[in-house]
């Protein structure tokens, strides 16, 4: 039915091929989502789109691209209808998009430093049972592979145990568009993996399938919430301000904000970080201004 629609704009209404085109992305994103919820067009009720735009907003995609597709989605509802191939229109409720102007919050390069650093000093500690080591060592990976790359953290507890092979400074991750990037991961990245595989070989739950999972059953991967949960734990042991909001996307958004403001180019940044546009990326020229020398700022 999407397709229909999008040949009657081009044959008959005179939509220029270039709008055509961009069409097809928007649509294409929207079947997908629609897809892996086993809906069909004309299954599609309010609810199902607000998800649909939380989903967008998850993703960081900016404003103006969002703005975007809720124009096509409404096009394509709308003309469903009038073609009689679907008995309502879910959009005419939906309510006007607010638009965001958030600055995000990061860390400081020494906050950041103090809590890798706390995590890495658990981590080698030979006190403690195997487990309690096992777990330190996969909390100070976990923290060294989100700073290092800036992946987020759906993205982290995703990667396969193949990632953890890799000799070179980069993994390929693969995010929810099934879109794939290059990322970088440094050698104190590497060796912090490489002591929490050593160790989880040695609890007896080394796992084949991820490379960040549960201490105790390798066939379960760690959880987006959990992993939420360790990066708070490590910023209340590292003492920084306020540790409550320390957070997996925090560590994303220190990643960018540090690279830029050692001079890396806005659109590098926009490839690591899985940006849909440059716009979303520009914000952080911003958290540069907000926390430069002045440490975690809420």
Same mark, same amino acid.
């Given at each position: 039915m999407g397709e229909l629609w999008l040949e009657v704009l081009a044959a008959e209404r005179g939509v220029a091929d270039g709008t055509v085109k961009a069409y097809v992305g928007d649509l294409d994103c929207y079947l997908r989502f629609l897809g892996r919820r086993g809906l069909c067009i004309v299954d599609v009720r309010q609810q199902v789109l607000e998800d649909y735009f939380g989903y967008l907003n998850e993703r960081e995609y900016a404003d103006k691209t969002i703005e975007g597709r809720r124009t096509v989605i409404r096009a394509l509802h709308r003309f469903l209808v009038t073609e009689g191939l679907a008995s309502e229109d879910p959009t005419t409720q939906l309510a006007p998009m607010r638009r965001r102007r958030r600055i995000p919050t990061a860390l400081s390069v020494e906050e950041v430093g103090r809590l890798l650093d706390t995590a890495h000093q658990?981590?080698?500690?030979?006190?403690?049972g195997l487990y309690k080591r096992a777990s330190y060592a996969r909390r100070a990976a976990l923290l060294e592979t989100l700073y290092a790359s800036g992946m987020r953290i759906s993205e982290a507890v995703r990667l396969p145990a193949q990632a953890a092979l890799t000799k070179f400074a980069h993994l390929l991750i693969r995010d929810r568009d099934d879109k794939e990037r290059i990322v970088p991961l440094h050698k104190t990245a590497l060796e912090a993996i490489g002591l929490?595989?050593?160790?989880?070989?040695?609890?007896?739950?080394?796992?084949?399938?991820?490379?960040?999972?549960?201490?105790?059953?390798?066939?379960?991967?760690?959880?987006?919430?959990?992993?939420?949960?360790?990066?708070?734990?490590?910023?209340i042991v590292a003492g920084?301000?306020?540790?409550?909001?320390?957070?997996?996307?925090?560590l994303r958004h220190a990643?960018?904000?540090?690279? #830029?403001?050692?001079?890396?180019?806005?659109?590098? *940044? +926009? =490839?690591?970080?899985?940006?849909?546009? #440059?716009?979303?990326?520009?914000?952080?020229?911003? *958290? +540069? =201004?907000?926390?430069?020398?002045s440490g975690f700022k809420i």
């Open positions: 658990a981590a080698n500690c030979a006190s403690g929490w595989r050593r160790l989880a070989n040695e609890y007896g739950t080394s796992s084949g399938t991820w490379l960040f999972h549960s201490v105790r059953d390798g066939k379960k991967h760690l959880t987006s919430r959990a992993a939420e949960f360790e990066v708070k734990e490590a910023a920084l301000n306020r540790p409550d909001l320390v957070t997996p996307r925090v990643f960018a904000t540090h690279m #830029l403001a050692n001079g890396a180019d806005m659109r590098v *940044v +926009q =490839t690591l970080l899985g940006h849909a546009d #440059l716009e979303t990326t520009e914000i952080y020229t911003h *958290v +540069q =201004t907000v926390t430069q020398g």
